[in-house]
């Protein structure tokens, strides 16, 4: 037999695919909740970028209490970096949506931009404070301060973290990042 090659599905996923195959169990009031959420997340995936775009041309939106529009605008105005991977291993890294590392004044500043209805946790840019102040040397105690903050719900939530709990986060990451090394090698169970 020779198999129909679908060049165009290559690497892709389906809804319903059978390595998601929980579905399977799934009535139909399950499926229009369980494909809505999948829908919200390509939408805040598409505002994700659309946001990036924006802060990147400098092209601010409405002035508005529109989440999107805040997020936009505060970042244009801050001068900040829209979706910049802040790294400390092959273990553990991730994108802020925007920062700003202001060297004049020693100040760091993350912003978070929130799509969906689940509420946001502050501890996600927490883990982005600490994984800048890694990849970049930088100690929590000599920056003259953090901001973060999460736009959501039409919503601002500002966190000032202490620099003692920026440093905690970074010595986990540490440990945490060299443990999965020594798994992975094999090395832990020699």
């Given at each position: 037999m020779i198999f129909n090659p679908h060049y165009d599905l290559v690497g892709l996923h389906a809804?319903?695919?059978?390595?998601?195959?929980?579905?399977?169990?799934?009535?139909?009031?399950?499926?229009?909740?369980?494909?809505m959420r999948h829908l919200a997340v390509e939408k805040g995936t598409k505002l994700h970028d659309?946001?990036?775009?924006?802060?990147?041309?400098?092209q601010k939106l409405p002035k508005s209490k529109k989440t999107l529009n805040m997020y936009v605008n505060d970042a244009i105005g801050f001068r900040m970096i829209p979706e910049q991977v802040l790294y400390y291993s092959n273990n553990c890294f991730g994108t802020a949506d925007s920062i700003l590392f202001d060297d004049r004044t020693?100040?760091?500043?993350?912003?978070?931009?929130?799509?969906?209805?689940?509420?946001?946790?502050?501890?996600?840019?927490?883990?982005?404070?600490?994984?800048?102040?890694?990849?970049?040397a930088k100690k929590p105690t000599d920056l003259s301060?953090?901001?973060?903050?999460?736009?959501?719900?039409d919503q601002i939530i500002v966190h000032n973290p202490e620099p003692e709990e920026i440093q905690e986060i970074m010595n986990k990451i540490v440990i945490f990042s060299n443990e999965i090394d020594?798994?992975?090698?094999g090395a832990y169970y020699e």
């Open positions: 809804f319903l695919g059978a390595s998601k195959y929980h579905w399977i169990n799934y009535d139909e009031d399950k499926l229009k909740l369980t494909y659309f946001a990036k775009t924006c802060i990147e041309l400098k020693n100040f760091l500043r993350i912003h978070d931009l929130k799509t969906g209805e689940t509420p946001a946790h502050m501890e996600q840019l927490m883990i982005y404070a600490a994984l800048f102040c890694l990849e970049y301060g953090i901001e973060l903050r999460i736009y959501q719900n020594r798994i992975r090698t």
